[in-house]
Structures are given as C-alpha cells and as structure tokens.
C-alpha cells in the first residue's frame, strides 16, 4: 500500500478551519492516509481486519461486506483529494495526543455512516520518502529549469545584439 501511496499526488484540502495537505490510497487489502499540515506529518495504515472491526464499532446497524466499506471510503475521499465539494459527506479534524483524529459522517445504503481515521505521527523515513525528496527533487528540476530559461535569454540577447551591429532594424 504504501509504495502505490508514493504514486498519488498531494492535495489541499480543508477541515473546518485548517488547510492540510493530504493524499491517500485505497486497495482491498486496506488503505494508507497522509496527512500533513507541513508542521507536522501523520499517517494511518490499516489492514482490512482492522477496517471490519472499526466498522462494527462506528456502525453497528451496518452490515457490509470489508471490500465495499473500502470501496465506499474511497468514493468519499475521492472527491475530497480532487477538491470537490460533497454536501452529503462532512470532515472534521482534531488533534490528539500525539496524532490527528479525522472524523468522517455520511450514509451507506440510506443509513448513518461514520469512520473515524486514527492517524499518528508519521516516522522520518515516511516523511522523507513521501514529502522532503520529492519537494526538493522538485526545487533542484525548477532552479535547472531558471538556470536554462536564463543561459536562453542570455543567447537571444546576443543573437539581438549581433542584429543590432550588422545593422538591422528590429521591429521590437
């Protein structure tokens, strides 16, 4: 799970009041979520015995198949990563000790459906692999890009100035 996590982008999205950035990746073995506020860095991996087991906690008039409760989290999430907006479907976050709560409501099959996600603080190795590289791996492709746009510029002004002394007039 977590090696298909590094393929899926990073997104903003919102919880109240607090902006995250978030990502996640939903299989039928479990699910992985991401979440940092760019302080601080949280994750939660679970499997699917996990997943039936805090389902039968949350929703108790629920029964459902482990593999459609996955799939249904991921319908709910979907829209939130891709920054659309579900009336039907609320979040809203709390910090706990030592992790971030992220408690979802909706419904499944015309019935109350809530999931709560228990994420903890994130190990540095994951922070590195999933933010840090990537963000600077993006910063070195960028400031080589500066260095080309730059050394191009530099070409085209002497390019224009080699016009100027032959004596050709520029339009521009």
Request: charged content about 20%.
């Amino acid at each position: 799970l977590e090696s298909s996590l590094l393929t899926q982008p990073w997104a903003s999205v919102c919880f109240g009041k607090s902006t995250f950035l978030a990502k996640a990746c939903f299989r039928d073995s479990g699910y992985v979520l991401l979440i940092s506020d760019l302080s601080s860095v949280w994750y939660e991996s679970v499997d699917t015995e996990a997943v039936g087991q805090r389902s039968k906690e949350l929703n108790k008039r629920l029964t459902v198949h482990v593999s459609s409760l996955l799939h249904h989290l991921s319908s709910l999430m979907s829209p939130l990563l891709e920054g659309e907006t579900d009336t039907t479907t609320s979040f809203s976050c709390h910090h706990v000790a030592g992790g971030l709560s992220l408690h979802l409501k909706s419904e499944l099959s015309g019935l109350p459906f809530y999931w709560d996600f228990h994420c903890c603080a994130a190990p540095p190795e994951m922070v590195s692999r999933h933010l840090l590289r990537p963000l600077i791996q993006m910063s070195l492709a960028l400031q080589y890009q500066v260095q080309e746009l730059a050394s191009l510029l530099l070409r085209k002004d002497a390019e224009i100035e080699d016009y100027r002394e032959s004596g050709a007039t520029l339009s521009r």
